[in-house]
Nanobody, 119 residues
Framework: QVQLVESGGGLVQAGGSLRLSCAAS????????IAWFRQSSGTEREFVAA????????SYADSVKGRFSISRDNTKNMAYLQMNSLKPEDTAVYYC????????????WGQGTQVTVSS
């Protein structure tokens, strides 16, 4: 079992930055790749970024490459999403999830944190 809790969302102006955190408990965190997804109103949830269980490899959606950076600290059971150069189209609820690499199917989800980027 893995419980995931996101934090760090909020309101930011376009061009600004936010860092989202994903706190894990339950013991199996280190064995899972972790991914971030987002869902805006009226759209399907979409993949944003992922990192392997040991943190050696990352993957990003084309829409966030060069602006977002995913990381994790297995000693603290934490994962992060650093978001820079934010755009209004980044507005969404952001979720972290414990996933299977490349399929991005998730065994566990957090409850989400709202990110709003104003123009």
């Amino acid at each position: 079992q893995v419980q995931l809790v996101e934090s760090g969302g909020g309101l930011v102006q376009a061009g600004g930055s936010l860092r989202l955190s994903c706190a894990a408990s339950g013991g199996a965190f280190n064995s899972y790749p972790i991914a971030w997804f987002r869902q805006s109103s009226g759209t399907e949830r979409e993949f944003v970024a992922a990192i392997t269980s040991a943190g050696h490899r990352t993957s990003y959606a084309d829409s966030v490459k060069g602006r977002f950076s995913i990381s994790r600290d297995n000693t603290k059971n934490m994962a992060y999403l650093q978001m820079n150069s934010l755009k209004p189209e980044d507005t969404a609820v952001y979720y972290c999830a414990a996933v299977y690499w490349s399929s991005w199917s998730a065994d566990y989800w957090g409850q989400g944190t709202q990110v709003t980027v104003s123009s």
